[in-house]
Nanobody, 123 residues
Framework: VQLQAYGGGLVQAGGSLRLSCAASRRTLSNNAVGWFRQGPRKDREFVASVSWNGGNTNYAESVKGRFTVSRDRVSITVYLQMNSLRPEDTAIYYC?????????????????WGQGTQVTVSS
């Protein structure tokens, strides 16, 4: 099983980026997907998750109102739209496929993890 997060880059504070997570249909079509991040010298932390059909979403308090998670069931792609970025959002961002159709902030909910994509926000 392969997941791949992409779309990271360097952006100034206040800017926007959209991350994408792609995987096989079998992996993503009926499973919730989560986004996590790990900043420099920090533990991995939950960012957001979306249910199998996109109808249910969860966000970390630190990103509420700035980030939006969504999914396209036709292209089997999950997105993380990040607006009003801050230097403290700098991290490697990972997507992960959950074991079930709904998921929350616990990493134990997730079965498959992809390689991350670096997001750097300059001040």
């Amino acid at each position: 099983v392969q997941l791949q997060a992409y779309g990271g880059g360097l952006v100034q504070a206040g800017g926007s980026l959209r991350l994408s997570c792609a995987a096989s249909r079998r992996t993503l079509s009926n499973n919730a997907v989560g986004w996590f991040r790990q900043g420099p010298r920090k533990d991995r932390e939950f960012v957001a998750s979306v249910s199998w059909n996109g109808g249910n979403t969860n966000y970390a308090e630190s990103v509420k109102g700035r980030f939006t998670v969504s999914r396209d069931r036709v292209s089997i792609t999950v997105y993380l739209q990040m607006n009003s970025l801050r230097p403290e959002d700098t991290a490697i961002y990972y997507c992960a496929a959950a074991r079930g159709s709904y998921s929350g902030p616990s990493s134990l909910d997730y079965e498959y993890w992809g390689q991350g994509t670096q997001v750097t926000v300059s001040s």
